[in-house]
């Protein structure tokens, strides 16, 4: 059974820095592309980037570019989502959600329970 | 912004059709996938490639496109399919997620 297990709820001050997990199993985890999506509160799904963790290539989306560092870590088959200096709007649930088949025009096809970001002062 | 629209609101009687739209040139030139996502949970894909159902995926959902409008179909709705709905498309090497419908069953 395919699992992505993401790391848990986490309450920061602006300005720290915070990296969250996303832990795959029931699948061969260096074959599939990693993606993170970000919901704020009370609104819709936006996708922030992917990293194949077979050679952690990396693809972010323009929003996110700079703002955010996506990683993985094939011999514990986690990827990371990091932040080095926390904003209050970076409050929002984040998920890890795994790529189907197909990189150009794909589906996430199974998704992490969400990891709940909380930045404020 | 490019992204699909979708109507921001839908409602359904118990056991009748619900058709949620998601339209725009993003929807024309690829595929089309479609997430429900009920409250307090994860997003669940439930159509991909336009009318492909994943294993599990009741067949009361079905897909469809034509032109630039994708069209996500729920028949016999039932109250376990009040959710917030997602269509999907690619667009300039990045994932579009559309607005978003809220689907309430009455």
């Known amino acids: 059974e395919v699992q992505l297990e993401q790391s848990g709820a986490e309450v920061k001050e602006p300005g720290e820095s915070l990296k969250i997990s996303c832990k795959g199993s029931?699948?061969?985890?260096?074959?599939?592309?990693i993606g993170w999506v970000r919901q704020m509160p009370g609104k819709g799904l936006e996708w922030m980037g992917i990293v194949y963790p077979g050679d952690s290539d990396t693809r972010y989306s323009p929003s996110f570019q700079g703002q955010v560092t996506i990683s993985a870590d094939k011999s514990i088959n986690t990827a990371y989502l990091q932040w080095s200096s926390l904003k209050a709007s970076d409050t929002a649930m984040y998920y890890c959600?795994?790529?189907?088949?197909?990189?150009?025009?794909?589906?996430?096809?199974?998704w992490g329970q969400g990891t709940l970001v909380t930045v404020s002062s | 912004s490019n992204k699909p629209t979708q109507p921001l609101s839908v409602s359904v009687a118990l056991g009748q059709t619900a058709r949620i739209t998601c339209g725009g040139d993003?929807?024309?030139?690829?595929?089309v996938h479609w997430y429900q996502q009920k409250p307090g949970q994860a997003p669940v894909l439930v159509i991909y490639r336009n009318n492909k159902r994943p294993s599990g995926i009741p067949e009361r959902f079905s897909g469809s496109k034509s032109g630039n409008t994708a069209t996500l179909t729920i028949s016999r709705a039932q109250a376990g399919d009040e959710a917030d709905y997602y269509c999907q498309g690619w667009d300039s090497n990045t994932y579009v997620f559309g607005t978003g419908t809220e689907v309430t069953v009455l």
């Open positions: 959600a795994r790529l189907g088949q197909w990189l150009v025009d794909g589906d996430f096809d199974y």
């Open positions: 029931g699948y061969k985890f260096t074959s599939y592309w």
């Open positions: 993003i929807v024309g030139s690829d595929n």
